[in-house]
């Protein structure tokens, strides 16, 4: 079971740390569309921020996750008052959905196509989505701290390095599309035409100097970069495997968030006060395409 999906899952946190998506993405995607407007599906719809974003967009938003968890986040911050069109339900990417045959105009999965069954899903986005209609995927990478190499460097190392101790072994399979920007995401070609995709490799040289169309990128408190970090999928599994190991701010002794930002500041001195600010930027990928 994917980690986001498990019932210990603090899908509260999750939503209250992950980065929003800029203005910028949605208005590539619409320029992109063509025709009516009507009707939006999400897959792997999370805790609802696309349908918060992007879905007034539409007439009718329907947002689907295997995460009851997140499916009463995602209620719960898109009350019915404000976003009449949005409606939620739990259920896989690769699940029916009670849209009629050729009902869907646009098919978005933000974040979420790396978990996808694709075998299984493209027969049923060729079955949903209109002629003409639009897929939006896209995706993010680890942010890098864009003016500080060596503190990213040693980030990089607890996220990936294979030690017990650090979070390398407990990324769940998939994680290596997101790393290598949705590049195994592939809708085929006998349903889907003007595939596009835009990128962004970001680096440490200051703000904007990676490669490609910088999309993601946020000032943040120090302390907010180590509570998402918290959120990320291997953080809960090495919890699992170190009962003992408590959040200070929860009064323990620390976890690994903690100890990573103990090592980062030993390098960067401004890792070490949570209320100082630093600017980060993610790799993204966006992929778009328009069903034959």
């Given at each position: 079971m994917a980690t986001f999906a498990k019932k210990t899952f603090n899908?509260?946190?999750?939503a209250a740390a992950r980065p929003s998506y800029p203005q910028k993405l949605y208005d590539l995607i619409l320029a992109y569309h063509q025709g009516p407007r009507e009707q939006c599906l999400d897959l792997g719809c999370g805790h609802?921020?696309?349908a918060r974003q992007f879905g007034s967009n539409f007439s009718r938003f329907l947002g689907t996750d295997p995460s009851e968890g997140m499916i009463e986040q995602a209620r719960k911050l898109t009350p019915k008052a404000q976003f009449p069109f949005a409606e939620f339900r739990v259920g896989f990417a690769e699940d029916d959905v009670p849209i009629p045959t050729g009902g869907v105009d646009v098919v978005t999965a933000a974040q979420a196509s790396?978990?996808?069954n694709q075998p299984k899903l493209y027969p049923l986005l060729r079955d949903k989505v209109r002629r003409g209609g639009t897929l939006a995927f896209w995706g993010y990478k680890d942010p890098v701290f864009a003016d500080y190499p060596k503190a990213?460097?040693?980030?990089n190392d607890y996220a990936y390095s294979q030690d017990k101790d650090k979070l390398g072994s407990y990324w769940p399979k998939g994680r290596e599309i997101v790393q290598d920007k949705?590049?195994?995401?592939?809708p085929p070609e006998s349903d889907w035409e003007d595939i596009q995709r835009t990128e962004y490799e970001p680096d440490t040289r200051g703000v904007n100097s990676g490669e490609g169309t910088v999309l993601m990128h946020k000032r943040i408190k120090v302390g907010e970069y180590k509570e998402y970090v918290r959120t990320w999928s291997p953080y809960h599994g090495w919890q699992e495997t170190h009962p003992d190991a408590v959040a200070r701010n929860k009064g323990g002794k620390g976890d690994i968030a903690d100890i990573i930002f103990d090592d980062l500041a030993r390098e960067d001195e401004i890792m070490g006060d949570e209320e100082s600010e630093i600017e980060i930027e993610w790799g993204s990928a966006v992929i778009l395409a328009r069903r034959r």
């Open positions: 899908t509260a946190s999750y609802g921020i696309v790396h978990w996808f990213t460097a040693i980030l949705l590049r195994a995401i592939k």
